[in-house]
Protein backbone atom coordinates (compact mmCIF):
# COMPACT_ATOMS: atom_id res chain seq x y z
CA UNK A 1 0.00 0.00 0.00
CA UNK A 2 1.47 3.28 -1.27
CA UNK A 3 1.59 6.12 1.05
CA UNK A 4 1.21 9.71 0.44
CA UNK A 5 4.29 10.53 -2.38
CA UNK A 6 5.12 14.01 -3.63
CA UNK A 7 7.00 15.12 -6.78
CA UNK A 8 9.58 16.55 -7.05
CA UNK A 9 11.61 16.33 -4.15
CA UNK A 10 14.51 19.54 -4.83
CA UNK A 11 13.40 21.97 -6.46
CA UNK A 12 15.51 25.56 -7.32
CA UNK A 13 13.50 28.30 -8.66
CA UNK A 14 14.49 32.06 -9.33
CA UNK A 15 12.61 34.83 -7.24
CA UNK A 16 8.97 35.70 -9.75
CA UNK A 17 9.24 32.49 -11.58
CA UNK A 18 5.73 30.00 -10.77
CA UNK A 19 6.31 26.51 -8.98
CA UNK A 20 3.83 23.60 -9.33
CA UNK A 21 4.51 20.71 -6.52
CA UNK A 22 2.54 17.45 -6.53
CA UNK A 23 0.94 14.74 -4.14
CA UNK A 24 -0.80 11.44 -4.80
CA UNK A 25 -2.48 10.70 -1.35
CA UNK A 26 -2.52 7.42 0.12
CA UNK A 27 -4.87 4.85 -1.30
CA UNK A 28 -8.26 5.21 -0.12
CA UNK A 29 -8.42 8.44 1.23
CA UNK A 30 -10.19 11.72 -0.25
CA UNK A 31 -8.61 15.01 1.29
CA UNK A 32 -5.63 15.88 0.75
CA UNK A 33 -4.05 19.65 3.13
CA UNK A 34 -0.54 21.27 2.23
CA UNK A 35 1.51 22.69 4.42
CA UNK A 36 4.68 24.85 3.94
CA UNK A 37 7.20 23.97 7.19
CA UNK A 38 10.19 26.81 7.40
CA UNK A 39 13.08 26.02 8.74
CA UNK A 40 12.69 25.79 12.99
CA UNK A 41 9.19 25.92 12.48
CA UNK A 42 6.04 23.40 12.62
CA UNK A 43 3.77 23.19 9.54
CA UNK A 44 1.96 26.21 8.82
CA UNK A 45 -1.72 25.15 6.78
CA UNK A 46 -2.15 26.67 3.53
CA UNK A 47 -5.33 24.66 2.31
CA UNK A 48 -7.29 21.76 2.21
CA UNK A 49 -8.85 20.08 -0.60
CA UNK A 50 -12.03 17.93 -0.76
CA UNK A 51 -13.93 16.54 -4.13
CA UNK A 52 -11.99 18.93 -6.21
CA UNK A 53 -13.05 22.09 -4.10
CA UNK A 54 -10.72 24.88 -1.40
CA UNK A 55 -12.49 23.57 1.75
CA UNK A 56 -10.46 25.69 3.61
CA UNK A 57 -7.66 27.77 3.91
CA UNK A 58 -5.03 29.25 6.10
CA UNK A 59 -2.99 32.76 5.88
CA UNK A 60 -1.19 32.53 2.47
CA UNK A 61 -1.93 34.90 0.02
CA UNK A 62 -3.61 34.48 -3.92
CA UNK A 63 -0.44 33.67 -4.98
CA UNK A 64 -0.21 29.75 -3.26
CA UNK A 65 -3.62 28.04 -5.28
CA UNK A 66 -3.97 24.44 -5.82
CA UNK A 67 -6.39 22.05 -7.41
CA UNK A 68 -7.65 18.28 -6.83
CA UNK A 69 -8.00 15.95 -9.44
CA UNK A 70 -10.90 13.36 -9.76
CA UNK A 71 -8.54 10.95 -8.91
CA UNK A 72 -7.66 12.91 -4.87
CA UNK A 73 -4.45 13.84 -6.64
CA UNK A 74 -3.77 17.59 -5.70
CA UNK A 75 -1.23 20.04 -7.02
CA UNK A 76 -0.37 23.33 -5.39
CA UNK A 77 1.13 26.34 -7.33
CA UNK A 78 2.87 29.53 -6.18
CA UNK A 79 3.04 32.22 -8.52
CA UNK A 80 5.75 35.10 -8.67
CA UNK A 81 8.00 32.94 -6.26
CA UNK A 82 9.68 35.16 -3.10
CA UNK A 83 12.95 34.51 -1.30
CA UNK A 84 10.47 33.86 1.74
CA UNK A 85 8.73 31.09 -0.02
CA UNK A 86 11.96 28.98 0.28
CA UNK A 87 10.61 25.71 2.81
CA UNK A 88 9.85 22.12 2.92
CA UNK A 89 6.01 21.64 1.03
CA UNK A 90 3.85 19.06 2.57
CA UNK A 91 1.36 17.39 1.37
CA UNK A 92 -1.31 15.27 3.96
CA UNK A 93 -4.01 12.93 3.22
CA UNK A 94 -6.74 11.71 5.01
CA UNK A 95 -10.33 11.17 4.80
CA UNK A 96 -12.89 12.94 4.93
CA UNK A 97 -14.12 13.87 8.63
CA UNK A 98 -10.68 12.03 10.32
CA UNK A 99 -8.55 14.31 12.20
CA UNK A 100 -5.47 11.95 11.63
CA UNK A 101 -3.69 13.33 8.26
CA UNK A 102 -0.48 10.80 6.56
CA UNK A 103 2.16 12.96 5.52
CA UNK A 104 4.09 12.68 2.25
CA UNK A 105 8.05 13.26 2.58
CA UNK A 106 7.92 16.82 1.45
CA UNK A 107 9.23 18.73 -1.61
CA UNK A 108 12.23 20.89 -0.75
CA UNK A 109 11.50 24.49 -2.58
CA UNK A 110 14.52 26.86 -2.91
CA UNK A 111 13.48 30.26 -4.08
CA UNK A 112 17.29 31.88 -5.32
CA UNK B 1 -0.91 34.30 15.96
CA UNK B 2 0.75 31.48 17.44
CA UNK B 3 -2.62 29.24 18.65
CA UNK B 4 -0.28 26.41 19.88
CA UNK B 5 2.56 26.61 21.71
CA UNK B 6 5.46 24.28 22.40
CA UNK B 7 8.04 26.87 24.30
CA UNK B 8 10.61 23.53 25.14
CA UNK B 9 12.34 23.47 21.75
CA UNK B 10 14.46 20.53 23.01
CA UNK B 11 14.58 18.22 25.42
CA UNK B 12 17.51 15.32 26.53
CA UNK B 13 16.40 12.03 28.30
CA UNK B 14 18.39 9.23 29.76
CA UNK B 15 16.94 5.54 27.67
CA UNK B 16 14.84 3.83 30.28
CA UNK B 17 13.47 7.65 32.28
CA UNK B 18 10.25 9.10 31.40
CA UNK B 19 10.03 12.36 28.84
CA UNK B 20 7.23 15.07 29.12
CA UNK B 21 6.76 16.93 26.03
CA UNK B 22 4.27 19.92 26.49
CA UNK B 23 2.39 22.03 24.77
CA UNK B 24 -0.16 24.88 25.00
CA UNK B 25 -3.34 26.35 22.90
CA UNK B 26 -5.17 29.07 23.17
CA UNK B 27 -8.24 28.47 21.09
CA UNK B 28 -11.27 27.60 22.89
CA UNK B 29 -12.55 25.83 19.37
CA UNK B 30 -10.00 23.06 19.36
CA UNK B 31 -11.82 19.98 19.95
CA UNK B 32 -9.18 17.52 18.62
CA UNK B 33 -5.54 17.13 19.48
CA UNK B 34 -2.96 14.93 17.82
CA UNK B 35 1.16 14.38 18.34
CA UNK B 36 3.13 13.86 15.47
CA UNK B 37 7.09 12.86 15.28
CA UNK B 38 8.88 13.53 12.36
CA UNK B 39 12.80 12.01 12.23
CA UNK B 40 14.91 13.48 9.17
CA UNK B 41 13.94 13.16 5.46
CA UNK B 42 10.66 12.11 6.28
CA UNK B 43 7.34 13.81 6.64
CA UNK B 44 5.57 13.80 10.30
CA UNK B 45 4.03 10.74 11.24
CA UNK B 46 0.54 10.38 13.32
CA UNK B 47 1.71 9.08 16.90
CA UNK B 48 -1.53 9.87 19.16
CA UNK B 49 -4.24 12.02 19.72
CA UNK B 50 -6.99 13.02 22.15
CA UNK B 51 -10.30 14.34 21.92
CA UNK B 52 -11.46 17.31 23.68
CA UNK B 53 -14.38 14.89 25.69
CA UNK B 54 -11.10 13.51 27.33
CA UNK B 55 -8.50 13.78 29.76
CA UNK B 56 -6.18 10.61 28.86
CA UNK B 57 -5.31 8.70 26.31
CA UNK B 58 -2.97 5.95 26.38
CA UNK B 59 -1.55 3.49 23.30
CA UNK B 60 1.75 1.58 25.03
CA UNK B 61 4.53 3.48 25.80
CA UNK B 62 2.86 6.89 25.04
CA UNK B 63 0.32 8.81 27.37
CA UNK B 64 -1.36 12.34 26.32
CA UNK B 65 -2.86 13.98 28.92
CA UNK B 66 -5.33 17.09 28.27
CA UNK B 67 -5.82 19.72 30.92
CA UNK B 68 -8.75 22.11 29.16
CA UNK B 69 -9.29 24.36 31.81
CA UNK B 70 -5.37 25.20 31.41
CA UNK B 71 -5.41 24.91 27.81
CA UNK B 72 -2.47 22.40 27.71
CA UNK B 73 -1.53 18.57 26.87
CA UNK B 74 1.23 17.02 27.26
CA UNK B 75 2.98 13.68 26.09
CA UNK B 76 4.68 11.24 28.43
CA UNK B 77 7.09 8.83 27.28
CA UNK B 78 7.72 5.55 28.93
CA UNK B 79 10.23 4.10 29.15
CA UNK B 80 11.93 6.92 26.68
CA UNK B 81 14.07 4.35 23.98
CA UNK B 82 17.07 5.74 21.63
CA UNK B 83 14.54 5.07 18.40
CA UNK B 84 11.83 8.01 20.08
CA UNK B 85 15.14 10.64 19.30
CA UNK B 86 12.77 13.17 16.80
CA UNK B 87 11.33 16.22 16.66
CA UNK B 88 7.93 16.20 18.31
CA UNK B 89 5.15 18.55 17.12
CA UNK B 90 1.62 19.34 18.91
CA UNK B 91 -1.30 20.12 16.07
CA UNK B 92 -4.43 21.08 17.56
CA UNK B 93 -7.89 20.77 15.36
CA UNK B 94 -11.58 21.95 14.78
CA UNK B 95 -14.34 21.40 12.25
CA UNK B 96 -13.92 17.86 11.73
CA UNK B 97 -10.15 18.51 10.57
CA UNK B 98 -10.41 20.97 8.15
CA UNK B 99 -7.68 22.84 9.61
CA UNK B 100 -5.29 21.81 11.55
CA UNK B 101 -2.54 24.03 13.50
CA UNK B 102 0.63 23.01 14.60
CA UNK B 103 3.48 24.02 17.43
CA UNK B 104 6.99 24.97 16.56
CA UNK B 105 8.03 21.23 17.81
CA UNK B 106 10.18 20.13 20.55
CA UNK B 107 13.44 17.96 19.86
CA UNK B 108 14.00 15.08 21.95
CA UNK B 109 16.93 13.45 21.94
CA UNK B 110 17.09 9.68 24.23
CA UNK B 111 20.67 9.16 25.61
CA UNK B 112 22.01 5.56 25.60
Known amino acids: DAGVTQSPTHLIKTRGQQVTLRCSPK?????VSWYQQALGQGPQFIFQ???????QRGNFPDRFSGHQFPNYSSELNVNALLLGDSALYLC???????????FGPGTRLTVT | DQQVKQNSPSLSVQEGRISILNCDYT??????FLWYKKYPAEGPTFLIS?????DKNEDGRFTVFLNKSAKHLSLHIVPSQPGDSAVYFC???????????FGAGTRLFVKA
Open chain 1, 92 to 102: ASSLAGVYEQY
Open chain 1, 27 to 31: SGHDT
Open chain 1, 49 to 55: YYEEEER
Open chain 2, 27 to 32: NSMFDY
Open chain 2, 50 to 54: ISSIK
Open chain 2, 91 to 101: AASALGGFKTI
